[in-house]
T-cell receptor, first 112, second 114 residues
């Protein structure tokens, strides 16, 4: 699986959009970009994933560049409850169990 | 919607004792993963099961064993506990389909070894 690079920490004001970048310059053509987050001491939470096209769900939007070497997770109206560590993980499609490898992640702090 | 259930939520054991952690996946999910998260660390993969067969193994000590049962629930057995085993243990489940494999995590079991 491709290596990812994320900033170690970011701050965002409550109510504003939080844009979390992820670099995955060695991504292969069939690898998906997944985002998870972990609110303090809770189980990690799946947010969204994508392959080539931009994706949106009730939690967030995922913007993947045309060359697929980087992506941005967007929380459109951040709340205090969005304070968490956000992990960008690249994985190839796989039949069966495939472990998640959690890297450094970005510690996002939403400020009132 | 039903979530992953883990029990117990908190467990206190002494050194050299044994512990059993249980995980009940989301209904219809046939794949279970175990992760360990030490203080201030990222979650680390321990072991996974797909359709009741062990699928992959991470940095799981030989003192630990796990299995997945016919109803897809899983148990992580830990023997000869050491102080360093104190951690959060998360179980996750998934239903791999079409190359997608989102994992859904339980609330974790906090194990304290004294």
């Amino acid at each position: 699986d491709a290596k990812t690079t994320q900033p170690p920490s970011m701050d965002c004001a409550e109510g504003r959009a939080a844009n979390l970048p992820c670099n995955h310059s060695t991504i292969s053509g069939n690898e998906y970009v997944y985002w998870y987050r972990q609110i303090h001491s809770q189980g990690p939470q799946y947010i969204i994933h994508g392959l080539k096209n931009n994706e949106t769900n009730e939690m967030a939007s995922l913007i993947i560049t045309e060359d697929r070497k980087s992506s941005t997770l967007i929380l459109p109206h951040a709340t205090l409850r969005d304070t968490a560590v956000y992990y960008c993980i690249v994985r190839a499609p796989f039949k069966g169990a495939q472990k998640l490898v959690f890297g450094q992640g970005t510690r996002l702090t939403i400020n009132p | 919607a039903a979530g992953v259930i883990q029990s117990p939520r908190h467990l206190i054991k002494e050194k050299r004792e044994t512990a059993t952690l249980k995980c009940y996946p989301i209904p219809r999910h046939d794949t279970v993963y175990w992760y360990q998260q030490g203080p201030g660390q990222d979650p680390q993969f321990l072991i996974s099961f797909y359709e009741k067969m062990q699928s992959d193994k991470g940095s799981i000590p030989d003192r630990f064993s796990a299995q997945q049962f016919s109803d897809y629930h899983s148990e992580l057995n830990m023997s000869s506990l050491e102080l360093g085993d104190s951690a959060l243990y998360f179980c996750a489940s998934s239903y791999p389909v079409g190359g997608r494999n989102e994992q859904y995590f339980g609330p974790g079991t906090r194990l304290t070894v004294t």
